[in-house]
């Protein structure tokens, strides 16, 4: 979703909302942790992706009202292993995860679960396939995309009607009078993109290859 600071669906997305919500914005690409801190020490106005799990508890931010996405997990596994519909299906398993993202509690704070981190999702997609891990669970769409580009999607399958978590995506302004204003100009400018289409189009350029899918 973000490759760098010119390309991704949410940097594309924003570019397109500061053009129509005339704000002249600079987009910097930092790791997640750093991300954060920045914004947290105000060297930022905005932060994005934003979802209530990569901040601190007692962090203090103003959430877009206008949703940027919703993020949900998927278990991706090999065709030659049972479908995995649910956190109880992956107890027995050995489960590959990326460094960085920001999964729900559910998976990360559970001890029954066997963690395996790993640097990118390719990396994990190479241990799925190899056998070091029985699945891997990433949000859906960067899933998708890492298959399709790593050759291995016609190996893989996933349940896409049983998501194991769902996070909304947001931006996330500094909670001062220029965060709210930002705020509710961008907010605005996203909801008429949803309301003409043009949002859509830009979510729709996910290459969502039709060879994942759950087995017959």
Known sequence: ????????????????????????????????????????????????????FSFPQDAQYLKSKELIYIKQDFAFSLKSKPLINSFNDLIKYKIGITRGYPY??????????????????????KKLVNGRIDAFVVEEFSGI?????TGYEHLIQYNPHAPLSSQDVFYAFQLTIKG?????????????????????????????????????
């Open 180 to 216: 709210k204003k930002l705020s509710e100009k961008i907010s605005k400018v996203l909801k008429a993109m949803k309301d003409d289409g043009s949002y859509q189009k830009i979510m729709n350029r996910v290459n969502n290859t039709k060879n994942l899918k759950p087995a017959d």
């Open 1 to 52: 979703m973000v490759k760098n600071e010119e390309s991704g669906l949410f940097v594309e997305l924003t570019k397109a909302i500061a053009a129509r919500a005339n704000l002249n914005i600079e987009i910097k690409v930092l790791p997640p942790k750093r991300a954060i801190y920045y914004f947290l020490e105000q060297k930022v106005d905005a932060l994005f992706p934003g979802l209530d």
């Open 145 to 149: 995309q890492a298959f399709s580009q």
């Open 104 to 125: 729900s509690r559910e998976l990360i704070e559970n001890e029954q679960f066997n963690l395996s981190i790993a640097e990118s999702d390719e990396s994990n997609i």
